[in-house]
């Protein structure tokens, strides 16, 4: 019902910046919030940056000041602009949406992941 498709990961040394992008299609009623979360091998997926409907932000302790989450336009595009990468910033980017795919019915979607890889 709800397709997520993540760009814009990669290999980036530590210091420098990424863009990670998430657009979401199908049959979307309204849109929740959009949010990026993150894992690495043997670790639970944890959250990095939220945004809600009404702009609201709310960022992982890890990232915040580093990290900026925005919607594009309002819309079902959302982006993760990265700044000053660490290497314990390596893992795989998950996009994930909470929409209403209908008056009342909503659910969670995910989209593939993207590799993002920071080299010391």
């Known amino acids: 019902q709800v397709q997520l498709v993540e760009s814009g990961g990669g290999l980036v040394q530590a210091g420098g910046s990424l863009t990670l992008s998430c657009v979401a299609s199908?049959?979307?009623?309204?849109?929740?919030?959009m949010s990026w979360y993150r894992q690495v091998p043997g670790k639970e997926r944890e959250l990095v940056a939220s945004?809600?409907?009404?702009?609201?932000?709310d960022y992982g302790d890890s990232v915040r000041g580093r990290f900026t989450i925005s919607r594009i336009n309002g819309g079902n595009t959302m982006s993760l602009q990265m700044k000053t990468l660490l290497p314990e910033d390596t893992a795989v980017y998950y996009c994930?949406?909470?929409?209403?795919?209908?008056?009342?019915?909503?659910?969670?979607?995910w989209g593939q992941g993207a590799q993002v890889t920071v080299s010391s």
């Open positions: 994930n949406a909470r929409a209403y795919v209908g008056p009342s019915e909503w659910g969670d979607y």
């Open positions: 199908g049959t979307i009623f309204r849109v929740v919030a």
């Open positions: 945004i809600n409907a009404g702009g609201g932000r």
